[in-house]
């Protein structure tokens, strides 16, 4: 009997040292659990993205075609917009946030849109910035920033304007020519009420030009920029996970599943007993019947 129950003991421990073991070597191996605390702030960025306010910046950039005749080559200046998205984790926010604002005023670029969000305290700082960049600093701006902290997404679009501005351009010469044919009406004569609808219509006409201008400034070569939208998001420092801690978790797990094991084997062990009896009892009427 002592032996038994020496051998029971013995096996117990050994299954219970076998589950501990196994969870404190997988503490150890698996990738999940090397650091003890993330950032919540990365999922920030997984997160569906906000809209910002941009304003439209234009850049544009002259396309030589070569003439298949032999004729002179023809150049056309392409409009286009072009923005780069980079969102970054900064474990030193404040420090990047300066490398940034450094890198910004040295390439002669400017912020056109700044939002900051979150606490200092609690480690969960966004800052966005929209910068207009000249577009010969586009490329080496996007580089610079993709050595700040760790680069999560990084995005290039670009679109081109060309059609665009043609067409404002067109709409703008057909208006200062229906202005001029109106200015022209006014030497002619009429009456009161006609002489006062034509100068209301001249004066709706030259808005809409003064509109149209402002769109076609965008366009302006001395204004050329392109647009670089970045996001810094606060990451908390990673911390190594502790020893003492590593044990408390492989025990709670350990112990856990020990009871489960044990009262799983236990129910098997009553289900097998109750089965050689009900098995027992169909044998014995079945051979009184027969």
Known sequence: MNQKLFFATISSVGIFLILFGFRISYGYYSKSS???????????????????????????????????????????????????TVETKSTDISSDEKKVRDFVNASGSIIQYENNSGLKENQSRVIKLAIGVPPDKFD????????????VLLTIDKKDKTNEYKDLQAKKESLLKIRDSLISLKGKGGRIDEFISLENRILEIEDEIQKFGIS??????????????LTLFENKPSVAISLLHRIRVALEWSIK???????????FIVGIHYAFIVFEKLRRIVSKEG
């Open 34 to 84: 090397l650091v003890e605390t993330e950032s919540n702030t990365f999922l920030q960025s997984s997160a569906p993205r906000e809209i910002l306010p941009l304003k439209q910046n234009i850049a544009s950039k002259k396309i030589k075609y070569e003439s298949t005749t032999g004729t002179t080559p023809r150049s056309v200046d392409q409009k286009y917009e072009k923005i780069a």
């Open 140 to 151: 080496s701006m996007v580089e610079e920033f993709k050595k700040i902290g760790t680069t």
């Open 216 to 229: 076609l400034g965008e366009f302006d070569s001395e204004n050329e920029f392109c647009t670089v939208v």
């Open 257 to 267: 599943y020990y009871f489960l094991i044990t009262f799983g084997f236990l129910c």
